[in-house]
């Protein structure tokens, strides 16, 4: 067991192995004990999820596909377009944002792996379908390789369905997740936590750095146990929007953190933004699974945007920051996860 702390220096014993581990895990045959775990605790793992050969052909296309690309990408920790920022690892620290909305001129191969053997797949869709008793709406992925550092937060409050707690994300390991590779990490119980009783519940993105002061401060209080579990290649730790989780502090020299998230909602529900705005989520139907593309790079008029956020950054976000700040009474900070 190792000791090592989240961005808000909360110490979190990190488990080096399985046997270290004391999660409690399931197959896919046990959805519905999975689901009361999951309602309790806020998260639930599933073992040996995503077979091992999709891992290792996703991370093979990775470093063909992405690695390679000398252009700019949508980016997690920032919302913006960024070439690659590698490490001295040649890890890629700017995780991708939305794989799903990725230009095939570019990226055909690798977006389209993934949605059939990730998103698509039948195991994971069954759980989500099993959680929700709809079929699963993905609205938003990630690809992590290098660990960024994610402060303590709920997804809630950046993207949630519209009957508000309902969101449930995974992160799918596509490699052995070392103790200090930058371990994800979940706040279990905080779920539970009446959000709406938080004075910065509809101003979110003007208090930010409030509104989630006072949500962990109530987790402490409550003695809620932070748990950083063991993920083998292939396994998936699902959370509820609610729950409060993040990456921890940790960067190995050795190990890097291949990983995909997605955020999903059942089909019937709206897709709402900073817990007022509903957003539009047209669809294409995998089979298993919806999939909304935001600003798929598909379509003439997001390469436009791209194409002037990439190239006159200033105006845009001049733009961009003002129109949320009057339209939606909000100050916009970048998002994490």
């Not at 890629?92 to 055909?108: A, E």
């Not at 003695?223 to 960067?251: M, R």
Request: glycine letters at 4%; one cysteine or more; a positive charge.
């Amino acid at each position: 067991m190792k000791t090592f702390f989240t961005k808000s220096r909360l110490e979190v014993n990190v488990p080096e192995n399985l046997d270290e581990d004391n999660s409690q895990r399931f197959n896919v045959t046990e959805i519905e004990k999975a689901k009361e775990y999951y309602n309790k605790n806020g998260y639930v793992i599933f073992n040996n999820l995503i077979k091992e050969k999709y891992c290792d052909t996703i991370r093979s296309h990775w470093d063909t596909y992405v690695k390679n690309y000398k252009g700019k990408i949508y980016r997690q920790t920032s919302g913006k377009t960024e070439k690659n920022n590698f490490n001295e690892n040649n890890w890629i620290m700017n995780p991708i944002l939305n794989i799903q909305s990725l230009n095939s001129k570019h990226f055909k191969i690798f977006k389209e792996y993934i949605e059939n053997n990730v998103f698509n797949n039948i195991s994971l869709s069954s759980i989500l379908n099993g959680f929700f008793n709809k079929k699963p709406k993905i609205i938003q992925s990630m690809y992590f390789e290098g660990n960024c550092v994610t402060n303590e937060h709920q997804d809630t409050y950046f993207l949630d369905s519209n009957k508000v707690g309902t969101l449930t994300a995974a992160w799918i390991a596509l490699e052995e997740i070392k103790a200090d590779a930058g371990r994800f990490f979940v706040i279990s119980g905080s779920h539970q936590i009446d959000i709406k009783k938080n004075k910065f519940y509809n101003n979110i993105l003007s208090n930010h750095n409030r509104y989630i002061q006072e949500i962990i401060s109530i987790s402490n209080s409550m003695d809620l146990e932070i748990k950083a579990p063991y993920l083998n290649k292939g396994d998936v730790l699902f959370w509820n929007s609610k729950t409060i989780h993040g990456s921890l502090d940790s960067q190995s020299k050795t190990n890097s953190r291949s990983s995909i998230t997605i955020h999903a909602i059942p089909e019937n529900h709206e897709h709402l933004q900073w817990h007022k705005n509903l957003i539009k989520t047209p669809s294409d139907d995998l089979g298993n699974v919806l999939i909304y593309r935001k600003k798929d790079q598909n379509i003439l008029k997001n390469r436009f945007i791209f194409f002037i956020e990439s190239y006159f950054p200033g105006f845009f976000y001049w733009f961009k920051n003002n129109y949320i700040r009057i339209v939606h009474k909000q100050t916009y900070h970048k998002q994490s996860n």
